[in-house]
């Protein structure tokens, strides 16, 4: 390289300078700094390309996706086969599959994508996987240990002018995961010991990735395998109610949202949604706690303002102990709960809810048109300090009662002023069943990768006729138990239940009888004939009678222990105006003769029916 100039500076001579330089070791130089300056840049495009998403076998893709062409002509990524459910591998080679495929040409003979491979010992990528060190193969046709893997293929590879190897293990936090290959076609150079340098922190960052895709991809999983046990596997069917329900986890982590239908004493039904804020284990967690509180307190049979109060106070105490003794949080709060609980009674019609900043439900009236009922606005679970109020509706027959959660209807695309309309639409048609309507409100409202998790729960009302239902005023006297035995064995006789009347006479002669003596008027006696016969001794005392067992000297307290023994159920409810006993017998067919059980009772006891 020659370099010349002038020089004729003022009052000397005129002149040239020349400049001779040996340019070879200047283009070496040159050459070496843009294959450093290619190396960085790949390396560059490897941190920012790779590990974009927590799946397995999309950043097994980003990885192939990013060293072609610029680092190899084809690269294979095989991981072993637990690695994509999230699991530990189990060191083994003879269970790997082909996770990602990428190169310059769609027609090579590598193995396809999703092929499962067992690696012989004598392949590189066998020994690769077990001792975790990078090989180079630079000539294929020479590599007698990898061809025999798989002779015909491997011919073919050869023949098609794949002519060298680099296999790297992917190996993060002591964990080999699987092995990247990189194919040489076009150069005709092998690859070198730099090229090997390379590989190695190219995969290096990319296990990571692959691995951090893989303990989220097993978090994940036993949160959906956690909530899914923790949410109703099949809804019980209830005469009052035609259920349907939805429940989609969020595309980025399991949830806290659930639904349950319980059904109560004389024939009515609870419904109930709720919705955990937060995603992931605790949530789901969280959400089974709730879940498990709400049916014991349904149970009580308690007013929905009063569950809800209950419901309350239990966030609050575990909240208390999650904070720790030193008042400083050692863990998440359950704070930001809500739910909604309804009971619908299918005789009188009426629904009774409640909420704890939970989204209004919506009412499908039977003609079609729909509104979101104003209930009072409760605070979520776990504030305390505010009560929380009931709203009672009359509800016709066929009204679809649509519960969810607010992952129906906010999305950070749209106003929540839109989605609630795009509800109403998608639920003005009186046509559908509730199984259409759930499905056509999910294709309505929701987008294709959801952000939150949604639970849905829609019952349409059945009525209970007034030819299922019998009752009778009783005056507190002794004497009017033997006229409400006879009728309700007429009763039961218009029904067809004639073999349930011995035992029936037993349970309303104890229930009549401490109605009485210990209670207070009015005295009503009710029976519903619905999935099963229910017998209601209603009067205005709230002192509730308990189940005792007497002793074989003792004259009395037998009783509501006959009352248990005959039927299926039996409790207490309390009303405004006192309370009920009831108690549930099943009909003719579905277990025990009833007769035969009194009648055995009787011989037990050594006493006569009253």
Not at 242 to 266: K, M
Request: glycine share 10%.
């Amino acid at each position: 390289m020659v370099n010349q100039r002038s020089t004729d500076g003022p009052g000397g001579p005129l002149g040239t300078v020349a400049t001779i330089r040996d340019s070879t070791e200047l283009q070496a130089l040159t050459g070496r700094a843009e294959v450093a300056r290619k190396r960085l840049q790949l390396l560059y495009d490897a941190g920012v390309g790779i590990g974009t998403t927590l799946d397995v076998a999309r950043t097994a893709e980003e990885l192939a996706e990013v060293a072609v062409p610029s680092f190899a002509d084809y690269v294979t990524v095989d991981l072993a086969d637990p690695v994509l459910n999230g699991e530990e591998p189990n060191g083994s080679a003879s269970d790997m599959r082909r996770t990602a495929v990428s190169g310059i040409r769609d027609d090579h003979p590598l193995y396809e994508r999703g092929r499962l491979i067992a690696f012989l010992p004598s392949t590189p990528q066998a020994r690769g996987l077990g001792t975790g060190r990078a090989e180079v193969v630079p000539d294929l046709s020479r590599a007698l240990g990898w061809r025999a893997q798989d002779p015909e293929r491997t011919k073919a590879i050869v023949e098609y002018g794949i002519h060298s190897l680099i296999t790297v293990p992917l190996q993060a936090r002591g964990t080999v995961l699987g092995v990247a290959n990189f194919w040489r076609s076009e150069k005709p150079g092998p690859f070198e010991e730099e090229d090997l340098s390379l590989a190695e922190e190219l995969v290096a960052r990319a296990a990571v990735s692959v691995d951090n895709a893989r303990r989220y991809t097993r978090e994940h999983a036993l949160a959906v395998t956690l909530q899914r046990s923790l949410l109703p596997r099949a809804l019980p069917e209830h005469s009052a109610v035609e259920v349907a329900h939805r429940y989609l986890p969020a595309q980025s982590g399991v949830g806290g949202d659930w639904f349950d239908v319980i059904p109560l004493p004389g024939s009515r039904v609870a419904l109930v949604v709720g919705d955990v804020v937060g995603h992931g284990l605790h949530a789901a967690a969280t959400m089974g706690r709730l879940r498990t509180a709400v049916h014991n307190f349904s149970t009580l049979d308690l007013p929905p303002d009063e569950l809800l109060g209950h419901l309350d106070d239990l966030v609050g105490r575990i909240d208390q102990d999650e904070m720790g003794l030193g008042g400083s949080p050692d863990g998440p709060a359950m704070t930001g709960a809500t739910c909604i609980y309804a009971i619908y009674d299918p005789v009188s019609r009426r629904c009774t809810m409640a909420r704890a900043g939970h989204p209004l439900p919506a009412l499908v009236r039977p003609d079609g048109t729909v509104e979101f009922p104003e209930l009072p606005a409760g605070p979520p679970l776990g504030l305390g300090g505010m009560p929380f109020e009931s709203a009672e509706l009359e509800i016709a027959e066929g009204t679809e009662l649509v519960f969810y959660t607010d992952g129906l209807i906010e999305d950070r695309s749209r106003d929540i002023d839109v989605g609630i309309e795009l509800l109403r639409r998608a639920l003005a048609h009186a046509d559908r069943t509730p199984e259409q309507t759930c499905k056509a409100v999910l294709d309505a409202l929701l987008p294709a990768r959801p952000k939150d998790d949604v639970a849905l729960l829609i019952a349409r009302t059945r009525a209970l006729g007034a030819d299922r239902v019998a009752e009778w005023d009783v005056p507190s006297d002794p004497s009017a138990v033997a006229g409400m035995r006879a009728a309700a064995v007429a009763k039961l006789t218009d029904w067809g239940l004639t073999e349930l009347a011995f035992s029936t006479e037993l349970i309303l002669s104890e229930l009549l009888t401490n109605a009485i003596r210990y209670g207070t008027q009015p005295i009503r006696v009710r029976m519903l004939y619905d999935e099963g016969l229910t017998c209601e001794v209603a009067d205005g005392s709230s002192t509730s009678p308990h189940l005792r067992y007497a002793a074989t000297t003792d004259e009395g307290g037998r009783g509501l222990f006959l009352v248990a023994q005959l039927s299926e159920r039996w409790g207490t409810r309390y009303t405004a105006d006192g309370k009920i006993i009831w108690a549930e017998q099943p009909l003719p067919g579905t277990t025990s003769d009833p007769d035969a059980d009194g009648e055995a009772l009787l011989r037990l006891f050594d006493t006569e029916p009253l």
